[in-house]
């Protein structure tokens, strides 16, 4: 059974560099039938498209979001990664690593809460 | 980019009654909707996909139409493990882009 699981820092210093790691198990990541990405829920807010990446390497971004953001693949530890740069109280939330087939996102990691604070 | 409107934001409803959410797109999405259903402290979970088809294993009070800019979800008969936020999202493919809509929290009378 396809699992996800998101790492890393649970707290970032404010201008600093968020980095979280999505681990896949049960499925392996070089499929050519998904994309994998990131959504982000601040506390008691909605949900937020991050990203996207396929197992090529290509991404897609947030307008919004697209200049601090930098999502990239690992084949070979079949994880993909997170870079959110510059960050604010404002990037404080929980993210989630899915599976989206077709943007459908059919399978989600439990989310990680990360919290921006000096 | 493509807004989405969802409403209500919030509604209260007694168990066996009839649920409905909708979900305005601001252009045309012909059916690229989705529903997603997030209980407390939960990931969100995929309901229905391409505004009307019942993801495999949920429930069949679920369910979803429209096509276009205006969709609806709706729970034929409201059940107490149904209470959660539910969200619709839209995707674009030129460029590939998500967006949720605000969101429909459901609570029981």
């Known amino acids: 059974q396809l699992q996800l699981q998101e790492s890393g820092p649970r707290l970032v210093q404010p201008s600093e560099t968020l980095s979280l790691t999505c681990t896949v198990s049960?499925?392996?990541?070089?499929?050519?039938?998904?994309?994998w990405g990131w959504i982000r829920q601040p506390p008691g807010k909605g949900l937020e498209w991050i990203g996207s990446?396929?197992?090529?390497?290509?991404?897609y971004h947030n307008p919004s979001l697209k200049s601090r953001v930098t999502i990239s693949v690992d084949t070979s530890e079949n994880h993909f990664s997170l870079k959110l740069s510059s960050v604010t109280a404002a990037d404080t939330a929980v993210y989630y690593c899915?599976?989206?087939?077709?943007?459908?996102?059919?399978?989600w990691g439990q989310g990680t809460l990360v919290t921006v604070s000096s | 980019d493509i807004q989405m409107t969802q409403s209500p934001s919030s509604l209260s409803a007694s168990v066996g009654d009839r649920v409905t959410i909708t979900c305005q797109a601001s252009?045309?999405?012909?059916?690229?909707l989705n529903w997603y259903q997030q209980k407390p402290g939960k990931a969100p979970k995929l309901l229905i996909y391409?505004?009307?088809n019942l993801e495999i294993g949920v429930p069949s009070r679920f369910s979803g139409s429209g096509s276009g800019t205006d969709f609806s979800f709706t729970i034929s008969a409201l059940q107490p493990e149904d209470v959660a936020t539910y969200y619709c999202?839209?995707?674009?493919?030129?460029?590939?882009?998500?967006?949720f809509g605000g969101g429909t929290k459901v609570e029981i009378k």
């Open positions: 899915v599976r989206s087939v077709a943007a459908l996102l059919d399978h």
């Open positions: 990446v396929y197992y090529s390497g290509s991404t």
């Open positions: 252009q045309d999405i012909s059916n690229y």
């Open positions: 391409d505004a009307s």
């Open positions: 999202q839209q995707y674009d493919n030129l460029p590939i882009a998500l967006t």
């Open positions: 049960g499925g392996s990541i070089s499929s050519t039938s998904y994309y």
